[in-house]
């Protein structure tokens, strides 16, 4: 389906599609090659929401987009007045507005035009979801929640797994797709996906649920929760981390990747670059931000919204403000640093990208770590205990 799209613009947004229900690893020759020839291609389109949805795609696979005459930076100039304003009209074009939206928090340091579409595109979504239901109006509420720049692409997947099924013509084949390889992932801690494991893996995994299970059996019933989910959820995290350093020695998965991988990214990694400070400043402050207000209830260490209060002399919503800002200047440094030709493999720099994604999940609702009781334990169960239904 991709091939026979090629150059069109349901290619483009069949990429979107499979990105959005987390089967791009399943066609990542298909769609790096796809996505190489949409680059070389320079193609000007006329609408809001292809312009800004290639920008996005390119984006995410490091293509630096941002010069040339036809480059979508550029392209985007058309869609403003006289005055440098974004056209009243597209406040209707809300495909368009969602679009450009999602594709602004892929800016780097001094694309002043982005950080305006977002605000543009912020204040006319939020005015407008009100109108809005459907499948429309729920992504907009989605992306307005927290962009897809800053999601985590398998949990995401449920959300566009369901939001697809309302469309009038859903993409069947896509989706049926997505509900099995998500069901397949999820069903790996499951004793009936045991005949789904090699041989030599069966007995350890046999091994160890039934430990569980003896365990949960021997317990009251208020306690078997916590304490079984707890001794499963670690083992599956030292047998993950087994087999990752299997992985490492057999097939060079990581560690040993060879040439997309050297030593010299390790040593670079090892030396805490900007890049992986930037990654961390977003958790710590994230952190900061939501758990501040539980935090004043008892000891505690100082924040940063503390320390810029007493350093500035301001308010806490403008320390807020200000630690926010800070965020989104480390993204665009995130941002800037996976735009090829990149110092290491994108899919090195895309690691430490996505634990700053993970963090803003966590902290989306509040102190995720702290208070897991509530919407981080519904993100879990949808993700590891909760199939889709085919």
Known sequence: MLIRAKGSIEEII??????????AYQFEKEINDALEQIYDANVDYDDLKTVA???????????????????PLNVLNKFKDKEGNFKKGLGSDVEGLLSLYEAAFYGTDGEDILDEAISFTK????????HLDGPLGAQVGHALELPMR???????ARFYISLFQQHKQPNDIFLELAKLDFNLAQSMWDLSAMDQLPEYMMPIYHA?????????????????????DLFKHEMKVIIQAYLEEAQW??????????????????DWIKTHPKFLMDSSLISRLINDIRSNEFEQMGPHAASAIECYMKEHGVSWPVACEKIREMVASAWKDMNKTCLKPTLFPLSLLKRVVKLARMNEVIYLYGDGYTDSSREIKEMIGSMFANPIPL
């Open 14 to 23: 069949m990429i979107d599609e499979i990105q959005r229900l987390a089967l």
């Open 53 to 71: 949805l290639r920008f996005r795609l390119l984006r995410e696979e490091g293509y630096n987009v941002s010069s040339g005459e036809l480059s």
């Open 123 to 130: 204040a006319h979504l939020s005015s407008l979801i009100t």
């Open 150 to 156: 800053k999601r985590i692409a398998r949990l995401d």
């Open 208 to 228: 160890v649920l039934n430990t569980a299970n003896e365990i949960e059996h021997e317990l009251l019933p208020g306690e078997k929760f916590f304490r079984t």
């Open 249 to 266: 020695c057999n097939d060079a998965s990581f560690v040993g990747m060879g040439e997309e991988v050297t030593k010299e990214a390790f």
